[in-house]
């Protein structure tokens, strides 16, 4: 079993930050690549931000120089900074993995519950 549960999400002024927080039940060095992504109301759910098992990162335009990704392998957990909020940005984040290999097992497309993040102008 793995799971990823994230937090951090709340109500913030437009322009105002946040910090989400993304903790897997493993290590997070067993996973391939962490992603953050959106999903607003009647809206699919797109990416943001990747952070890949080297370190490397990958953001959408609309994001770049705003949000920032980064991780902490000794608590497993991945981070979400959010800066410069914009009313656009309301939307409830979700955290996914999508490979996990945990002892003998591999666990494919793991998504968190989701934290609502609220943004008022």
């Known amino acids: 079993q793995v799971q990823l549960v994230e937090s951090g999400g709340g109500v913030v002024q437009a322009g105002g930050s946040l910090r989400l927080s993304c903790a897997a039940s493993t290590s997070i060095l067993n996973i391939n690549v962490m992603g953050w992504y959106r999903q607003a109301p009647g809206k699919q759910r797109d990416l943001d931000a990747q952070?890949?098992?080297?370190?490397?990162?990958n953001y959408v335009d609309s994001v770049k120089g705003r949000f920032t990704i980064s991780r902490d392998n000794a608590k497993n957990t991945v981070y979400l900074q959010m800066d410069s909020l914009k009313p656009e940005d309301a939307a409830v984040y979700y955290c996914n993995a999508d490979r996990v290999r945990s002892g003998l097992a591999l666990y494919r497309d793991i998504w968190g519950q989701g934290t609502l993040v609220t943004v008022s102008s």
């Open positions: 952070l890949s098992r080297d370190g490397s990162t």
